[in-house]
Each structure stands twice: as structure tokens, then as C-alpha cells.
């Protein structure tokens, strides 16, 4: 009955902020905001960009990949300095190299994933000026593209897209900061830790115990991670952390602010290219997957462990092997899918122990490419890709040149299309078979049988869609995984951001055709239904052969174990 | 190119202070004023309410087992030696928090389950699911009523208190899931030891 409740407030608070969060957010890339103009405006000035002025899609890529690279490299050379800086209280050592540069790339990419625990390798210097400035810069990042991608379609006859380093400081200064810096508030106040004091040793005279905690500046990190679609945890654990994530109320809120961006872009999306309707059919796509996955996930978890089960324990609470008391097993089943259809990767359970289903749940919520709802940005240009692809296989069907909101869609833009949506299953599956054929990758899991096969899929899928999320039990902190991690997570982010980008100046430059009686609806249950149709075959066909070596074969071995 | 490179660099360095320092450094200051107890851990007394120990005596209710049974430091001992009441120590993962990360098919899992079972049988007590099975944190410092109210021979035993009183010794320290719906109702065991040091 209690998850029934936090399902409903979950609606009704993710339906407001749709309208009315996705109205304000297009009117910040409109222009149309200013009230921290005394900000932003001494930022273009030292840049020496003029706001007004705008770029191609080339220049606009440009500068995102380079500030990309500068960014990566910034992060880099702290963590492998960080011994030597202040702000260390618990006097960690600088960071290896090959860890140094998996962490540089995951945080610079917005996924994420972590090869070290938070509270034994990173100084508080490395937690904010490194981690949590990527936690703000990142989905700024992917937004922008996003924006970039909706200008493409509102826009006619138009050389340019938008101005790259206008777009990002807007994001970040009018919607980032001030929602995170509330949500801090609300984060600490139910009993999140925000202090620079370093440890704490407390002595329990009732049993004799004395402990040496570590604490840390978590509350504020907390709240850009979740709102950002990040996933960085302060702590090894993550949002299991009581010190991250210490109630049932704060466990809601993060999966709140993680959905409320890219659920909310597809409004921005209809209101900037003028049809409501658009942007709530590809809601709808979005919403139907989400909701059939979080429906078998938790009811997947709500079945108990089968290895309780065989050693005599009647289950009635769940699988609760990796979970909270808190959060009980369906809270954790939704946040786990959450974190996994959104590109966070937060996890306020061990999702290596969650059952066969449940753990195929979150799985592919990542294969189908992120798209329901995706990261922040990240999910609305993913599924604006899909959407071609749907239009294109539309217009075959009923033998018409394809088109969206009144652009057509043509060779061009379905090879970009198609590049987009096909690099990452081509990464993330080479990558796992390289891992699976060498000794350096067979070493990773923990896992024996089919389990162990899992926790490698779902490390390289993890990162090759930017999740950030993984099966604990994958020892990836070795230089096989972090090199290679880094490359699955550098092409899973830019070779489908940079096809996005050249589909938006492509679709830019192009007049609008006036829609006809002949036209093939984009705003109706079919074209829903043919999104959904390509989101779930795309996915399920790639990866169907790898699934089932998975998460699949451990669902039929009943009885059996490994 | 050499514009990109130097507004890149320009960028990176306003993004550092601002959201590298100055923004966790004003949310710690306002956490500070607003918020000091919740902020510095949760303290009390006895330590912190949000991050389990390990407790030992039957005169005691326990814990969920992430530092017992075979996740303690040294299980061979009799009683298990503990793992430290560490929480660099978890699961017996030595470092920082920790989750087991055992599938749902797992030998290792099962066989572990399975002393855990006998465990608590050895205690006199009935385990229910969530004291045969270890947290996410691996410093879980909740339980379940359930988990609570299956104790109660163990403690009664040890402590000479009469069931009904710890009953609902048990039932005063719930905290209800938040506004009702929100998680599921725990007891946190730091508090519910205190109180029922205080009774004795």
C-alpha cells in the first residue's frame, strides 16, 4: 500500500513539474530569464563570447569537445595531485593513473562509474572541485545538445544553432544551482552529513564499541548528483549511505530529481518547436516503457531470495540481500530502475543481489539506449534519434517521403540517425567480448555461472551508455577495466552527441514543408506506438543474445546454484 | 580553435571556484547554521543513530549481521569475532562501506545464509529475512519491528525482563514509514538498546 502512495505523489509531482518546469526551462534557452543576469553576464565577459552571437554546428561541436577535453584533463591532474592539496583531512594519497583517468572520463561524461570508494581514496578537495563541478558541468553538457537538436527542428532555413557556451552557463546558473541548493537543504536537514570536519570517533559505552566514521561535505554533492543524472556517490555505497540517502522521504526525493529533467525536456522540446503534442507523444513512449519496467522490477524483487528461500527462512518482505530497512524491497526496485532508465546510476541497494529479473530490469533499462526518460539531455536527443528512425520506417510503410514537424527527413538524416543509434550496442557488445576472451577480464567478477557473465555486461553496458551503475561484484579497479571503461565511456557519450549535433544543422538549414492531408501523423498513439516499436527493437535484438547468457539463464536454472 | 581552447580554460577555472567552492562551501555553512546536529552525523550519546554497530550480547537486540556470522573478521572464533565496529569494515569487504555483491544464485550466498541461520538458532532465535541477510551500507543501523519482536527470547532470557515488557519496549521505539508512505517502518537499534538499558 505504501508503494502504491509513492507512486501516486510521484506522478503528481513529476506531472507538474512537466508543464511548468519544462515551460521555464524553455524560456531560459529562449533568453526570455535574467534574474541572475549580474551573474551570467560578467561570465560571457570573460570568455569574450558575444551572447547574441551564435554558432554552426561544426563550431558548436567544437566547442564542446574541447571543453570536454580541458575538462577531463583539469579533473585528471587533481585527483593525481590531490595528496598534495589542502582540504584533505583524512590525508588520502593522490589517485594512480589508469584510476585517475576512468574517474576523469566517467565524471566528465555524466556517467559516473566509480572503480574506487568515495570515503577510503578521495580527499574533500577531489569530492567537490573535481567530482561535484563535473556533476554540474555534465548535464549542462548534454542539455545544451538537446536544446541544440530542438533548435534544429523549430528553426528554418537557419546556419546556426545556438551559442555553446551560452547555452551550458544558462543551464547551469538558471536550473541546476538553484534546484540543487534547495534540494541540499532538504538533504541535510533529514540527517544527510555536510561538514569539513573529517572523521568523527564515537564511543557506545552500553557494548564497548568505539568507531571512527567518516564524514565529509555529502548533502550538497547529493543533490547535484541526483539532479543532474549523475550518480556519483560521496561514499563507496552510494545512496545506501545513511549519511547520503538517511530516510524513506529522501529516498523518494532522489528518485524525484532524478527523473524531473528528462522527463520534463520533452515539454521544453513541444513548447520550442511550437506543438505541445509532440513533446507528450514522446513523453507517452517514455512513460509506457518506465512504467512496464519499474511494474515487473518490483514485482521481480518483491518475490525473496532464492537463496534464503532454500536455506529455510519464509520470505514475506522481499529480496532484502543488499537492501535497506529503510527503503524495503519495492522502493529500491524503483529506484533502481529509475537510476537505470535515467543515465544516473545512483543505487540505494547492491544491485549485484538483486534477483535474476529484477537485475535484467535494470539491465536493459540501459540497452534500450536511455531514452526512458535518459540523462538530462542525453535521453530527449536519444530518443529525438529514434524518433527519425521511427518517421523514416513510417514513411517507407505508407510510401511517402518521411517527415517530422514538418522537416524532411531524408538520406542524410537517417544515416545520422542510424550512426547515433547503432555506436553504442556496437561498443558496449565488442567490448564485452574482448573482456570475456581475455584472462585480464575473466579476473573481474566475484560472481561464478551465468552471474559473473552479467556483472562484465553490465560494467561495459554501464558505461558505454553513461550509466554509471554496476554490479559491485566486478573488481574494476585494475587497468584493464579503467582504460578500457574510459574508451567505452568517451565514444558512449560523443559519438552520439556529435551525430546528434550535425542532425541538428543539418535539419536547421532546411524550410519547413506545409503539412498535408497526406502528411504521416508524429502526434498520435501510432507514431507512439512506432517509437516504442523501434526504442524496444532496437535493444531487444542487439542485445537479446547477450541477455540471455545472462540475467535470462539465471532465471531458468531453478534450483540451481553457482 | 585556439578560442575554443582558451574559453575552455577560461570556463573550466569559473566552474571550479564557483561550483567546486563556492557552492559546497556556502550549502556547508548554511547546513551548519540551519541544521548542525544532522549535518556533523547525527550524534548522540552513544554514537551515531544512522550508522549501525555491532552488538554482540544477547542482553542486547542486534543488528542486521553485515559484521556477524561469516562477515565477521575473524568467523572461526566462538563467539565470531567481530569486525571491528568499523565502518571502513563492512561485509567483510576491509576499506569502506560495502554490500556482499552476491548474486541470488550464489553457492557462496547460500552457505552463508545457512550460517547465519544456525547463528541465530544458536542465540534462540527465529531469524527473520532480514537478520539472515546483510544491508547495501553494510552499517544499516535499522531494523525491522519484526526483526525486534523475534528477539525477544534471546533478550529476555539474558536480561531476566518479562517478553510483554520488551514487546512493547519494541513498539514505543518504532518509527513509522514518513507521512505513512513513504519506506517502511523501522526501529533503530542504537535507540531501542538505549531504552532498554534505561529499563533495566
Given at each position: 500500500m505504501g508503494f502504491f502512495w509513492t507512486i501516486v505523489v510521484l506522478v503528481i509531482a513529476l506531472g507538474i513539474s512537466w508543464r511548468y518546469l519544462g515551460s521555464y526551462m524553455a524560456a531560459v534557452f529562449e533568453g526570455r530569464v535574467h534574474f541572475l543576469a549580474w551573474a551570467e553576464r560578467p561570465v560571457y565577459k570573460a570568455l569574450g563570447t558575444d551572447p547574441e552571437q551564435e554558432q554552426t554546428w561544426k563550431r558548436y561541436a567544437g566547442s564542446l569537445v574541447i571543453f570536454s577535453a580541458v575538462s577531463i584533463l583539469i579533473t585528471y591532474v587533481i585527483l593525481r595531485v590531490q595528496g598534495h592539496l589542502f582540504l584533505n583531512p583524512q590525508h588520502q594519497v593522490s589517485v594512480g593513473p589508469a584510476l585517475s583517468w576512468n574517474t576523469a572520463a566517467s565524471f566528465v561524461t555524466n556517467t559516473n562509474w566509480q572503480n574506487y570508494g568515495g570515503e577510503s581514496t578521495m580527499s574533500y578537495f577531489s569530492q567537490m572541485g573535481a567530482l561535484t563541478v563535473q556533476q554540474f558541468v555534465s548535464p549542462a553538457v548534454g542539455i545544451a545538445v538537446a536544446i541544440a537538436l530542438v533548435r534544429g527542428f523549430s528553426r528554418r532555413k537557419s546556419a546556426t544553432i545556438g551559442n555553446f557556451w551560452v547555452d551550458i552557463t544558462r543551464c547551469m546558473l538558471y536550473i541546476l544551482l538553484p534546484a540543487a541548493f534547495l534540494a541540499g537543504i532538504i538533504f541535510v536537514g533529514q540527517g544527510a552529513v555536510q561538514t569539513l570536519a573529517g572523521t568523527v570517533t564515537v564511543h557506545d559505552s552500553l557494548n564497548g564499541v568505539t568507531q571512527t566514521i567518516p564524514r565529509g561535505p555529502v548533502g550538497f554533492m547529493e543533490a547535484i548528483k541526483q539532479l543532474g543524472t549523475n550518480?556519483?556517490?560521496?561514499?563507496?555505497v552510494n545512496s545506501a549511505h545513511p549519511f547520503e540517502n538517511p530516510t524513506g522521504f529522501t529516498n523518494w526525493l532522489s528518485i524525484f530529481l532524478l527523473l524531473v529533467i528528462p522527463f520534463a525536456l520533452t515539454y521544453t522540446f513541444g513548447k520550442m518547436v511550437g506543438s505541445i503534442r509532440h513533446g507528450a507523444a514522446l513523453l507517452a513512449a517514455m512513460v509506457i516503457i518506465f512504467g512496464v519496467w519499474v511494474g515487473f522490477s518490483s514485482y521481480a524483487e518483491h518475490q525473496g531470495n532464492p537463496a534464503v528461500a532454500v536455506a529455510g527462512i519464509h520470505q514475506t518482505t522481499g529480496n532484502t540481500e543488499g537492501k535497506e530497512v529503510r527503503f524495503g524491497d519495492t522502493s529500491s526496485a524503483l529506484f533502481g530502475v529509475s537510476s537505470t532508465n535515467t543515465s544516473t546510476g545512483s543505487a540505494d541497494a547492491s544491485y549485484d543481489s538483486f534477483t535474476p529479473i529484477g537485475g535484467f530490469g535494470l539491465l536493459t533499462g540501459m540497452m534500450l539506449g536511455e531514452v526512458t526518460p535518459g540523462g538530462t539531455g542525453s535521453g530527449l536527443y536519444t530518443i529525438l534519434i529514434y524518433a527519425v528512425i521511427a518517421v523514416f520506417i513510417g514513411g517507407l510503410m505508407i510510401g511517402r517521403t518521411p517527415e517530422y514537424l514538418g522537416k524532411k527527413i531524408q538520406a542524410k538524416e537517417v544515416k545520422l540517425a542510424g550512426l547515433g543509434a547503432l555506436v553504442m550496442p556496437m561498443i558496449v557488445l565488442i567490448l564485452t567480448a574482448i573482456a570475456v576472451s581475455i584472462h585480464a577480464g575473466r579476473a573481474g567478477p566475484l560472481n561464478a555461472g551465468p552471474h559473473g557473465f552479467t556483472e562484465i555486461l553490465y560494467g561495459l553496458t554501464s558505461q558505454g551508455n553513461n550509466n554509471g551503475s554496476a554490479f559491485g561484484g566486478l573488481t574494476g579497479n585494475t587497468t584493464f577495466y579503467n582504460v578500457v571503461g574510459g574508451i567505452d565511456m568517451l565514444i558512449g557519450r560523443f559519438a552520439i552527441m556529435i551525430p546528434a549535433l550535425a542532425l541538428a544543422g543539418s535539419l536547421a538549414a532546411k524550410g519547413v514543408v506545409p503539412e498535408s492531408l497526406g502528411t504521416f501523423r508524429t502526434d498520435n498513439g501510432m507514431f507512439v506506438g512506432l517509437v516504442i516499436g523501434v526504442i524496444i527493437i532496437i535493444g531487444g535484438l542487439t542485445f537479446f543474445p547477450a541477455i540471455s547468457l545472462g540475467p535470462i539463464v539465471e532465471q531458468l536454472s531453478h534450483g540451481k546454484f553457482f | 580553435m585556439l578560442a575554443h581552447v582558451r574559453r575552455s580554460v577560461i570556463l573550466a577555472v569559473i566552474v571550479l571556484v564557483f561550483f567546486g567552492f563556492v557552492y559546497p562551501l556556502v550549502g556547508t555553512g548554511v547546513a551548519q547554521l540551519l541544521f548542525k546536529h544532522q549535518a556533523n552525523g547525527s550524534i548522540t550519546a552513544n554514537g551515531s543513530t544512522l550508522i549501525g554497530q555491532n552488538w554482540t550480547s544477547p542482553k542486547f537486540f542486534h543488528g542486521r549481521p553485515d559484521d556477524a556470522g561469516p562477515y565477521a573478521a575473524n568467523p572461526k572464533a566462538t563467539p565470531p569475532a567481530s569486525g571491528g565496529d568499523n565502518p571502513l569494515v563492512a561485509n567483510g569487504v576491509s576499506g569502506e562501506s560495502s554490500a556482499t555483491s552476491l548474486g541470488p544464485r550464489s553457492k557462496v550466498l547460500l552457505a552463508n545464509t545457512r550460517q547465519l541461520v544456525a547463528y541465530w538458532h544458536r542465540l534462540g532465535v527465529n531469524p527473520t529475512p532480514d537478520l539472515v541477510t546483510t544491508s547495501g551500507s553494510g552499517l544499516d543501523p535499522d531494523i525491522a519491528p519484526q526483526d525486534a519482536y523475534v528477539q525477544i527470547p534471546m533478550v529476555s532470557q539474558a536480561t531476566g525482563i518479562a517478553p510483554p515488557r520488551l514487546r512493547s519496549l519494541i513498539a514505543s521505539q518504532v518509527h513509522p514509514a514518513q507521512l505513512g508512505f513513504l519506506g517502511s517502518d523501522y526501529v533503530v537499534v542504537l535507540q531501542l538498546n538505549e531504552a532498554l538499558a534505561r529499563l533495566r
Open positions: 550518480g556519483g556517490g560521496f561514499m563507496n | -
